[in-house]
């Protein structure tokens, strides 16, 4: 993968997570729908699990291949800024219920 590559794949995991996310918490805010609760927890679940494995691929990947490995840390840089933001989500939506 070209360098380019690798940083855009982590911009558009870092988006789709954080679009999911928002959908979510403001769908619930919006409509007091709760499957739009459960659909945010869901998502916490299985996008750290989805994240957790991106995470240790792009690590492998860096590690293999040493040429790529600051541009693979910069895409999981991206990728972990959406640690606080679910934090702060799943405060937001348990001080809701």
Do not use: R, W
């Not at 494995?53 to 895409?75: D, T």
């Amino acid at each position: 993968m070209k360098d380019h590559e690798i940083i855009n794949f982590g911009k558009y995991l870092f988006g789709l997570f954080f679009v999911l996310g928002n959908i979510c918490l403001f769908g619930y805010l919006i409509t007091k729908n709760s499957a739009f609760a459960i659909g945010g927890y869901m998502l916490l679940i299985f996008g750290t699990f989805i994240n957790l494995l991106l995470v240790i691929g792009l690590l492998i990947y860096g590690i293999a291949n040493q040429s790529k490995l600051n541009v693979c840390l910069k895409a999981i840089g991206m990728l972990m800024i959406n640690i606080p933001i679910a934090v702060l989500y799943a405060f937001i939506g348990l001080n809701l219920n």
